[in-house]
Nanobody, 115 residues
Framework: QVQLVESGGGLVQPGGSLRLSCEAS????????MGWYRQAPGKQRELVAT???????TYADSVKGRFTISRDNAKNTVYLQINSLKPEDTAVYYC?????????WGQGTQVTVSS
């Protein structure tokens, strides 16, 4: 089993920044994809960014240039740096890891962008 714990969410003004963290624990296969997803009220969960064990990174078009995903292998932690936040970025942000038959989610961290 893999456990994911997110942190770093909060209330921020438009134009502000946040860094979300996702620490993974448990048995993790060598080849994996970790990612951040978000779900706004009344909307479906959507992909934000992913980073594979190979280092390959993908971003949703809506966040390119503002969001940066990165990882610290020694800490089993993936980060999401969010800059130039907009009200439409308000959502619960979830961390995810996929490998073999594993598809695990964290509990989510709330990001609210409001003046």
């Amino acid at each position: 089993q893999v456990q994911l714990v997110e942190s770093g969410g909060g209330l921020v003004q438009p134009g502000g920044s946040l860094r979300l963290s996702c620490e993974a624990s448990g048995s993790i296969f060598s080849f994996y994809v970790m990612g951040w997803y978000r779900q706004a009220p009344g909307k479906q969960r959507e992909l934000v960014a992913t980073i594979a064990s190979s280092g390959m990174i993908t971003y949703a078009d809506s966040v390119k240039g503002r969001f940066t995903i990165s990882r610290d292998n020694a800490k089993n932690t993936v980060y999401l740096q969010i800059n130039s936040l907009k009200p439409e970025d308000t959502a619960v942000y979830y961390c995810n890891i996929r490998f073999l038959t594993t598809n695990s989610w964290g509990q989510g961290t709330q990001v609210t962008v409001s003046s």
